[in-house]
């Protein structure tokens, strides 16, 4: 039945071509109608705290809580307040707050408080502190600067956002460009024929874009998902088209006619390919078990791009190949990959070395994965060398960190609101507090104050306190400053408090993503357990496969601990479900022919032409992951991409390497095991046992 639908799928090819074809231009129109979000805030789950918070505060305030300072480097008084007054001008600037709106300014200031005073002018440099709109964001920021000019300085959330929209398109040009020809030589070098790269291309590439102008259905997705969703796509789906091609050729080279050759491949690859597939699909889906929703996005558009992977490849891919393979044949050449005798014998030398050493690894590794230094906001998504990088630490050295939160609280106890303010300004890290028990005082009526100015801190029967600290947007202190404010809001308020400001926000990210980790990698390892459980039809094998992966995942994650660097929390998320879905593909290659040459051969023969024979598939495949995960790492400027890219290229290389020397060993020495519980198995035997046929054992 599967050979009949094949053979009307191949005489109506042309129409297959075309129908493919008109879809990826049709997509490729469509993908530039998705709407791209660079704000990482906005896919905190709707419940967090600080999420709940901000949603009623835009709701019933006017302003939000301050989120850009500016920096204007050597003016006067008034020259500061004639620059107060360009910025307020400003489309999308909606507040912005300097020394006039802490200290009369008809006062010297040198018989002021000089702590005040130091918070925001100093050194003739002069420090405000704006709300900018989060929907003009783009616009904003660049009026700013045209206004503050290049040797000022400015830093917030804004301003990380809109440099991370500008390089977005930038990055994803160059990373194209980059990895379209350096995959385009791997396949020149590890296939037989000059033409036939060029179908495994234009195979992918039609993928990717129906894939692209599919995430329509999604409305927006986040800006690391587009950006590094072509990307892993593309690595983690050339094998399928490779595999095909190598079923094309086996068949054509026994005698079968060209068209009957195809439908012999497609039909015998279709369950192996569709197996290898739903490996990698269950890895991504994985992630949109996630309260965290950038897990969901990238699970979604990552496994519909590999769905549809393999049905370009199924479909299209056979018709396309119908249409090329005498341009094929005329561009044959010589294999340039080696006969891999001497790898396959040094592997067998060293596996149990290399197995030991990777059990005495797996204690440390996990112990350094507990210690490492995680980060979890959007803080650090660009490099040192960049330009906000600079300006921040140029506003930081001037003036300190930073960061605004705000806390609403109900209205209706004057009492409890000035001892919850006044605890707040007993903080260390606390540098002003700006509420109406604070600014309007608790003896004046509400009938005395301008309704402009009140509506500004109480409105829909809450009172707002603007708090400004001393604090970095993210670090343990922070942290530990956010428990400390929520303790004593909750002391006098119980639950009826809402925290809200980029630090609650990443704390809130923090707990969030933590608790996802366990649940996301259980999930995977579950789900893809299962499939190799119903493909090997046994119970051991897909233990063993799994330790192989998830050894080289641990050794790959613990690696930064070692190394003193930070580790941005949702590449450790996601590279747990991305290289186990990707590589374990590998471990199952391995694992077949093993138990195929097992059959025929002793054990020690084996296993040293298993590694022959699945070095150049396992390489070729590993080797563009790898690819791909560099190009993510030296062609985005975002250091959550660039971080993700290392940890795929370094997963890539050690899962290669452990399926190659660790799997070997857990194969041969776990036979007795394997045999037992595994159905169906058949081994050799030596002839002295069984003179003619060898043994099927059972489990």
């Given at each position: 039945?599967?050979?009949k639908?094949i053979?009307?799928?191949?005489r109506?090819?042309g129409?297959?071509?075309f ?14 109608m ?6 990482i805030?906005?896919y ?16 019933i ?16 008084i ?8 360009r ?10 707050n ?11 200031l ?5 702590k005040t ?16 709109d989060e929907?003009?964001?783009v ?17 917030g959330?804004?301003v990380?956002?809109v ?7 930038s990055?994803m ?5 980059i ?21 495994f291309?234009v ?21 690391i ?27 054509r080279?026994e005698?079968?006619q ?9 039909a ?28 969901p996005?990238?699970?979604l ?20 190949t119908m ?14 990959l080696?006969?891999f005798h ?11 070395f290399?197995?030991?050493?990777v059990?005495?690894?797996l ?5 350094a994965q ?6 979890y906001?959007?803080?650090e998504?660009?490099?040192p ?20 939160f ?6 209706g ?13 007993a ?9 109406y028990?604070e ?25 707002r306190?603007?708090v ?5 947007g993210?670090?343990?202190e922070?942290?530990?400053l956010?428990?400390?404010?929520r303790?004593?809001?909750?002391s006098?308020?119980?639950?009826e408090?809402y ?16 608790a996802d980790s366990v649940?996301?990698?259980?999930i ?5 357990g ?7 039809r ?31 929390y ?12 990707a ?5 199952i ?27 150049g598939?396992?390489?070729t495949s ?6 791909g995960?560099?190009?993510l ?5 975002n ?7 290392v ?29 037992y ?8 035997q ?12 059972t489990?």
């Amino acid at each position: 039945m599967l050979e009949k639908g094949i053979r009307w799928m191949l005489r109506l090819r042309g129409l297959v071509v075309f129908l493919f074809l008109a879809a990826a231009v049709f997509c490729g129109v469509l993908s530039t109608m998705v709407e791209i979000n660079y704000n990482i805030v906005d896919y905190l789950p709707s419940e967090a705290p600080s999420t709940v918070g901000l949603d009623l505060m835009d709701e019933i305030y006017d302003k939000a809580v301050p989120n850009t300072r500016v920096m204007i480097k050597d003016v006067t008084i008034p020259e500061a307040l004639a620059y107060k007054a360009r910025l307020e001008a400003i489309d999308g600037v909606e507040d912005v707050n300097w020394l006039d709106d802490q200290l009369s300014l008809t006062v010297p200031l040198e018989i002021q408080d000089q702590k005040t005073v130091e918070d925001w002018y100093k050194n003739g440099n002069a420090l405000y502190s704006l709300v900018v709109d989060e929907g003009n964001e783009v616009a904003a920021i660049g009026a700013i600067r045209e206004v503050i000019g290049d040797s000022n300085a400015m830093s917030g959330s804004p301003v990380e956002t809109v440099d991370a929209r500008l390089s977005a398109g930038s990055d994803m040009a160059k990373m194209m460009g980059i990895i379209i020809p350096v995959i385009f030589l791997i396949l020149l070098f590890t296939t037989t024929s000059w033409f036939e790269p060029v179908i495994f291309m234009v195979n992918v590439g039609i993928a990717i874009i129906i894939n692209m102008g599919t995430n329509l259905i999604f409305g927006e997705i986040c800006f690391i998902t587009n950006t590094a969703g072509a990307i892993l796509q593309l690595a983690c789906s050339m094998d399928y088209a490779i595999f095909l091609l190598e079923r094309f050729e086996e068949f054509r080279k026994e005698g079968l006619q060209p068209e009957e050759a195809m439908v012999r491949a497609v039909a015998r690859s279709t369950g192996s390919i569709a197996s290898s597939g739903l490996t990698t699909v269950m890895g991504f889906v994985a992630l949109t078990a996630m309260r965290f929703l950038i897990g969901p996005d990238m699970g979604l558009v990552l496994s519909k791009g590999i769905a549809i992977s393999l049905v370009t490849t199924l479909v299209f891919m056979p018709c396309v190949t119908m249409f090329c393979y005498r341009l094929i044949d005329r561009t044959s050449h010589r294999s340039f990959l080696p006969s891999f005798h001497r790898l396959a014998r040094g592997a067998v030398r060293i596996k149990g070395f290399v197995t030991v050493l990777v059990m005495l690894l797996l204690v440390p590794c996990y112990l350094a994965q507990r210690n490492i230094h995680f980060v979890y906001g959007a803080s650090e998504m660009t490099g040192p060398e960049s330009r906000i990088v600079r300006e921040r630490d140029a506003i930081n050295d001037e003036f300190g960190e930073s960061n605004s939160f705000a806390i609403l609280v109900p209205v209706g106890s004057t009492a409890k609101e000035q001892a919850l303010n006044d605890d707040l300004k007993a903080l260390p890290q606390v540098s002003s507090v700006l509420s109406y028990v604070e600014t309007v005082g608790k003896s004046i009526p509400d009938a005395y104050v301008p309704p402009d100015q009140l509506k500004l801190l109480t409105a829909g029967g809450y009172t707002r306190m603007v708090v400004s600290a001393r604090v970095p947007g993210e670090s343990q202190e922070t942290f530990r400053l956010v428990e400390t404010m929520r303790s004593l809001a909750r002391s006098y308020y119980g639950d009826e408090y809402y925290m809200v400001g980029v630090p609650a926000t990443i704390y809130d990210m923090k707990d969030t993503i933590t608790a996802d980790s366990v649940k996301v990698n259980a999930i995977s390892i579950g789900a893809i357990g299962l499939i190799l459980l119903i493909n090997l039809r046994s119970i051991s094998l897909p233990v063993l496969l799994l330790l192989t992966i998830e050894s080289s995942i641990f050794i790959n994650i613990a690696i930064p601990y070692f190394t003193g660097a930070h580790l941005q929390y949702i590449g450790y998320l996601i590279i747990s479900s991305v290289q186990l879905g990707a590589t374990v593909d590998y471990a199952i290659l391995f694992t077949n022919r093993y138990l195929e040459l097992r059959a025929k051969l002793p054990r020690q023969e084996a296993v040293t032409e298993t590694i022959r024979s699945t070095a150049g598939s396992i390489l070729t495949s590993g080797g563009i992951l790898a690819t791909g995960g560099m190009v993510l790492r030296f062609g985005s400027s975002n250091l959550i991409i660039g971080q993700l890219g290392v940890l795929v290229a370094r997963g890539a290389v050690l899962s290669v390497v452990l399926v190659m020397v660790l799997l070997p060993t857990l194969l041969t020495r776990l036979e007795w095991l394997i045999k037992y519980t595994t159905r169906g198995l058949v081994l050799y035997q030596a002839p002295a046992e069984s003179p003619e046929h060898p043994k099927e054992v059972t489990a």
